[in-house]
């Protein structure tokens, strides 16, 4: 069973800083494309940044909002992601999920995982 597990969420003051981590385990062949999603209250899911495989060549890419503030971050022989937020800010606020695009089975396309989420809450 594959499972993702998120830490790092909490209550920050706006400009500061916080860690997410995620670490993917489980038996799987391997993981494509992991990423950071965020659903604030009353709003939809949304991408915040993702990062690919290292055979993909590692590839990072943000949502606008977060460009420039936050940073996305692999060690893939721990199958783990990380998503570094500085200069956070009260719109960050929100659940914060990770993603992972995983191939359990060699012979198949990957499958999404979530994990159940971890908050952030931004304020003073």
Do not use: H
């Amino acid at each position: 069973q594959v499972q993702l597990v998120e830490s790092g969420g909490g209550l920050v003051q706006p400009g500061g800083s916080l860690r997410l981590s995620c670490a993917a385990s489980g038996s799987f062949f391997s993981i494509n494309t992991m990423g950071w999603y965020r659903q604030a209250p009353g709003k939809e899911r949304e991408l915040v940044a993702s990062i690919t495989s290292i055979a993909s060549g590692g590839i990072t890419m943000y949502a606008d909002g977060v460009k420039g503030r936050f940073t996305i971050s692999r060690d893939y022989a721990k199958n783990t992601v990380y998503l570094q937020m500085n200069s956070l800010k009260r719109e960050d606020t929100a659940v914060y999920y990770c993603n992972a695009d995983i191939k359990v089975n060699p012979l198949y396309y990957g499958v999404d995982y979530w994990g159940k989420g971890t908050l952030v809450t931004v304020s003073s």
